[in-house]
């Protein structure tokens, strides 16, 4: 698969940049000199058992806090640090814990996102340009060692010796030094060689036991040790699919790996699987975009026992905008309603596409889940496909601009969201249904970040795990568990808090959908933040455990097990 199309592209002009609306207007020293490290016996309110350990030295770079847009957070009179960079590269140590952690429970949760939002005095504008920052919750018979680490991307290692970002994100990029500096960038952008390969996004255990980081440039697939957090270097491909984006959320089960690779030239998308223990990617089908003028953008997929769901949203990659060296209001994307919304699938074994209907208009960034649902003879009648669905409108993209998500706290701003439910049929009708699965003011209107049981996936499901809304507010500020039989949703509300994704862990041998726990990180508003542990069927927290110090908002988890 060739890059990217140089046809109809208006590159940029090149102009030294002079805009100051990205610096923060004190002295910050993130990448400079080392700076107040919290100790153990400094972090008020906060006992660390003997075993603690603090990893920060000299050596470990240690961050201004107070790189958020501070007038802004006074005017909200808030602490909240959920969209502050993180305070420290690194730190290691048991926490304490109040409640009891299940004894079952043996393992360590990994959570990865974007944590560290500036390069020196310089202020990223969107939540998913931030370094990525992993933090890890390593439970061992009742007890809960915490750490946290940045990985080191080479985005993030550049940024860190040249003192500014040297590589394009999600929304920034890079400014050329010079006009021929102009003339390396474009081209190194068709190679994409200029592309991040900051994996910010998603962590996935892979069926041989590896861990690896992901975010939507196929470079930043990076491979990390899950005891240590350490970078242990690239997961690199070994077939020739080439490629320079894919969706960040493969499917992962023990036995598969599928992800899909967007033709950006040809629009269309790749099938794609990878045999456990293998770094090669094997075809197993394509999919061609019936809208035009681009490929859709496809942050995640669903699955079922048999099936591959690939939608296409009308939300559309732009090349155009890819090239652009100022965000556009979409970014590097294009709203194209006329070119209308799909849901293809294909069958696994053979790579057929057996369904392919036009939907409503959609938009989505997490799918939930997706079974077959079968007649009394068993065979399949429709592909049921459940996603966090934003109304189809666009507009969240813009409410997660770090400005907007540091100014508007307290504000009703959160744009509604829903389940959104897909059926599509199998049997050769051209259009598919998209339908709320249960009344959105029962999780407030606001749904994003979603998890199930993992031995469910692909299979007919009860009960989700996500964030949802308490109005007024400005990003979902709730944990919600929705019975998708009941048409009810049990929420979990610490007022001015925010929540991470809620992670479902099952409990060993159990037979119930929802018998297991909800892991979740939460930023509260007193600046601080905490572990929380909640009992998957009850919703009710079982545990907690506060951190050394408040860490950024985070999003997608993984469960590594004790072996
Ligand atoms: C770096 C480039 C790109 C990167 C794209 C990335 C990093 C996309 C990440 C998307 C995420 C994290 C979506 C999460 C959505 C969460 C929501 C809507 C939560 C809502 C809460 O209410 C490309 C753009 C792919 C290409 C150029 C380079
Ligand atoms: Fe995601």
């Not at 999600?170 to 994996?199: H, Q, R, W």
């Not at 006329?338 to 699938?345: E, F, G």
């Not at 057996?354 to 077959?372: C, D, G, K, R, W």
């Not at 709730?478 to 991470?500: F, M, Q, R, Y």
Request: glycine share 8%; aromatic share 10%.
């Amino acid at each position: 698969m060739a890059s990217l199309a140089l046809s109809s592209i208006k590159p940029y002009t090149y102009s030294k940049n002079t805009d100051k609306s990205n610096r923060v207007n004190h002295k910050s020293c993130f990448f400079g000199k080392t700076i107040n490290h919290p100790t153990a016996n400094n972090i008020p309110g906060m006992e660390l058992s003997e075993n603690t350990r603090l990893l920060t030295t000299s050596k470990h770079v240690a961050i201004n806090p107070s790189t958020v847009d501070t007038q802004e957070t006074e005017n909200n009179n808030r602490k909240l640090v959920a969209w502050t960079s993180v305070r420290q590269e690194r730190w290691q140590g048991e926490l304490n814990v109040h409640g009891e952690i299940p004894l079952w429970l043996n393992g360590t949760y990994i959570r990865n996102g974007p944590g560290l939002w500036h390069v020196e005095d310089y202020n990223f504008r969107h939540l998913f340009d931030g370094y990525a920052t992993l933090v890890r919750l390593h439970f061992d018979n009742g007890r809960l060692f915490m750490g946290h680490r940045q990985i080191e991307s080479e985005a993030y290692k550049a940024s860190k010796k040249h003192n500014k970002l040297c590589y394009r994100e999600f929304s920034e990029v890079p400014k050329p030094d010079n006009f021929l500096a102009y003339i390396g960038d474009l081209a190194n952008l068709f190679s994409g060689a200029s592309l991040t390969d900051n994996a910010n996004t998603g962590v996935v255990k892979l069926g041989d036991g590896r861990v690896v980081c992901l975010t939507e440039t196929v470079k930043g697939s990076i491979v990390i040790d899950p005891d240590t957090l350490d970078t242990l270097g690239k997961f690199e491909f070994g077939d020739n699919l080439g490629g320079l984006i894919h969706s960040a959320h493969p499917i992962v089960t023990n036995s598969e790996f599928w992800t899909l690779l967007p033709d950006l030239i040809n629009p269309g998308y790749l099938v794609v699987r990878m045999e456990q223990g293998t770094n090669e990617r094997i075809v197993m089908g394509r999919v061609n975009c019936r809208g035009r003028p681009s490929t859709g953008w496809v942050h995640s997929f669903p699955v079922t026992e048999h099936y591959i769901v690939v939608p296409e949203m009308p939300l559309r990659y732009c090349v155009q905008n890819l090239l652009k060296a100022e965000p556009t209001p979409l970014f590097k994307f294009q709203w194209q309603p006329n070119s209308k919304a799909y849901m293809h699938v294909m069958h696994k074994a053979s790579g057929k596409i057996v369904a392919s209907v036009e939907v409503p208009l959609y938009v989505t960034f997490h799918f939930i889940n997706a079974y077959e649902e079968k007649d009394e003879e068993g065979r399949v009648t429709a592909i049921i496909a459940d996603c966090c669905e934003h109304n189809a409108d666009t507009s969240i993209l813009q409410k997660l601009t770090l400005h907007n998500l540091r100014s508007s706290a307290g504000q009703d701003v959160l744009p509604d969201a829903r389940v959104g439910r897909f059926r599509i049929p199998m049997h050769g009708s051209p259009c598919g249904s998209l339908e709320a699965a249960l009344d959105p003011n029962e999780h407030g209107k606001g749904l994003d970040m979603c998890s199930i049981n993992p031995n469910f996936v692909g299979k007919k499901y009860r009960y989700a795990y996500a964030t949802g809304a308490h109005r007024p507010c400005n990003f979902p500020n709730t944990l919600t568990k929705i019975d998708l039989v009941e048409k009810k949703a049990k929420n979990w509300l610490d007022e001015g808090s925010i929540p991470s994704e809620p992670f479902f862990v099952a409990r060993p041998g159990a037979t119930e959908e929802d018998d297991g726990v909800v892991i979740s990180m939460i930023s509260d508003k007193n600046g601080e933040g905490y572990a929380l542990l909640l009992d998957g069927s009850t919703f009710e927290e079982i545990a907690r455990a506060k951190f050394p110090y408040g860490l950024p908002y985070g999003l997608h988890g993984c469960w590594v097990p004790k072996m």
